[in-house]
T-cell receptor
Framework: EPEVTQTPSHQVTQMGQEVILRCVPI?????FYWYRQILGQKVEFLVS????????KSEIFDDQFSVERPDGSNFTLKIRSTKLEDSAMYFC????????????FGPGTRLLVL | KNQVEQSPQSLIILEGKNCTLQ??????????LRWYKQDTGRGPVSLTI?????NTKSNGRYTATLDADTKQSSLHITASQLSDSASYIC????????????FGTGTRLKVLA
């Protein structure tokens, strides 16, 4: 069964450094998402992406964040200058269609900012 | 403000027993309500999906119910197994103008042998 994959599984970085989290969505899906989950808290929406542009973003997704689909398979989340509070599990998800469709989640990347 | 609250926060049961998890939401209107299972350190996996007009949906030993009038949903797990130990998350999708999921606080279930 096709699944969403994410790399790396864990990332440790110094405050102020740039990180890129990578995701390979399910191949025929058209909508892509990033969520994050701070330890012990609920999963929070960051951004949705369709047709090579952001379709929706939350207030968390400020200028430090960016997303890109650099080729036909990868979907990346870049954090330009990491802060301690960016430490979280980051989940990528994809769906075949948009609003209301089931989103399939990847295993997540655990980011630790020191 | 759109909120999804779940109870209990955590639950411990013995293998073979049944349990019911609760979800209260203020998201309105909404198109779908889902229950996801999240194993520790993993991404959420969809268990059930209900539209606002559905009352119940089953998936094996998992049965979800929905009362749109009281804005409550429940997930009933029958004959629990050790592998049911996970967090169970209620997720609501608003009706229009958004793609995002609104996640609940989750219930952490531990099944003991």
């Amino acid at each position: 069964e096709p699944e969403v994959t994410q790399t790396p599984s864990h990332q440790v970085t110094q405050m102020g450094q740039e990180v890129i989290l990578r995701c390979v969505p399910i191949s025929n899906h058209l909508y892509f998402y990033w969520y994050r989950q701070i330890l012990g808290q609920k999963v929070e929406f960051l951004v949705s992406f369709y047709n090579n542009e952001i379709s929706e973003k939350s207030e968390i997704f400020d200028d430090q964040f960016s997303v890109e689909r650099p080729d036909g398979s990868n979907f990346t989340l870049k954090i330009r200058s990491t802060k301690l509070e960016d430490s979280a599990m980051y989940f990528c998800a994809s769906s075949l269609q948009g609003q209301g469709e089931t989103q399939y989640f990847g295993p997540g990347t655990r980011l630790l900012v020191l | 403000k759109n909120q999804v609250e779940q109870s209990p926060q955590s639950l411990i049961i013995l293998e073979g027993k049944n349990c019911t998890l609760q979800c209260n939401y203020t998201v309105s209107p909404f198109s779908n309500l889902r229950w996801y299972k999240q194993d520790t350190g993993r991404g959420p996996v969809s268990l059930t999906i209900m539209t606002f007009s559905e009352n119940t949906k089953s998936n094996g030993r998992y049965t979800a119910t929905l009362d749109a009038d009281t804005k409550q949903s429940s997930l009933h797990i029958t004959a629990s197994q050790l592998s049911d130990s996970a967090s169970y998350i209620c997720v609501v999708t608003p009706t229009s103008g958004t793609y995002k999921y609104i996640f609940g606080t989750g219930t952490r279930l531990k099944v003991l042998a």
